[in-house]
């Protein structure tokens, strides 16, 4: 990925994974987000975002405002509220801006076949099989010995928050408003289907030890398990 798109665009690569994470936060921080900078300034400002699609169709110039890759301004809400054709609109911020609409977003989520979050990826999977071949596979239980498919991490080595500094976190917050709302909506509806895939099929598939990791990689985000208690309190209900 480095190699072949992200190369050349001045993505901060020359430090520490922590250090340059910091460094591409702070500089879609120090822009808000906006098409203020690099080689589309001027070209952007007052422009019609769908004319700037069939400018740069294959993102050209459009991609190097964002490494070529993302901005992360609230992009789970956007993608929710995208209203653009095109793999690489949910990319970029185009008419939503960094600040999508909440109600607009959760009513998209809520209309969504199936929801799955990584931190229950496992989990997730099980609903999804369950909810298309009406049954649960093998390695859906708790104390299954069979193995379970691999998440593939394409070899980017496992940080956690706790390793990250107070002003990286900081601005991740202010820049994910909307996206904290968005996820905590995520988690309570698939905490609550898996309830109801447990009561069907009479197999537990959300273990303790899973839910008592879900809620400590979630710790950071305010208010998170005061808005889901009532749900999670039926999942640890024999």
């Known amino acids: 990925w480095g190699r072949d798109v992200t190369n050349h665009t001045g993505l901060p690569r020359g430090g520490t994974d922590i250090d340059d994470f910091r460094k591409w936060l702070r500089y879609f921080w120090d822009h808000g987000g906006a098409w203020s ?20 169709p294959h993102g ?22 995208c209203g653009m054709g095109g793999k690489l609109a949910s990319h970029h911020v185009f008419e939503t ?18 929801v799955g979050v990584v ?3 496992h ?20 104390g299954s010995t069979h193995p379970i498919d691999v998440h593939i ?7 956690r928050v706790s390793d990250l500094p107070a002003d990286a976190i900081a601005m991740i917050d202010a820049m994910t408003t909307v996206d904290r709302q968005v996820y905590i909506a995520a988690v309570r509806r698939l905490l609550g289907e898996i309830r109801v895939v447990e009561s069907k099929t009479g197999v537990k ?6 839910l008592d990791a879900l809620k400590a990689q979630t710790s950071y985000i305010a208010d998170i398990w005061f808005q889901i208690a009532d749900i999670s309190f039926q999942m640890n209900d024999p």
């Open 123 to 142: 989990e997730s999977y099980c609903v999804a099989h369950f909810r298309i071949l009406g049954q649960l596979d093998r390695t859906c239980g708790c």
């Open 153 to 159: 991490a394409h070899k980017v080595p496992k940080h």
């Open 97 to 114: 801006g960094t600040l999508p609409d909440l109600h607009t977003a959760l009513d998209n989520l809520k209309a969504a076949s199936w």
């Open 205 to 210: 598939i959300l273990c303790p030890a899973s």
């Open 60 to 81: 050209g110039e459009m991609k190097q405002v964002d490494f070529d890759c993302y901005n992360p301004f609230n992009l789970q809400a956007r993608a929710f509220t």
């Open 37 to 56: 900078h690099g080689p589309l300034r001027g070209v952007v400002k007052g422009g019609n975002p769908k004319d700037l699609m069939q400018r740069y």
């Open 119 to 121: 931190e229950l990826f």
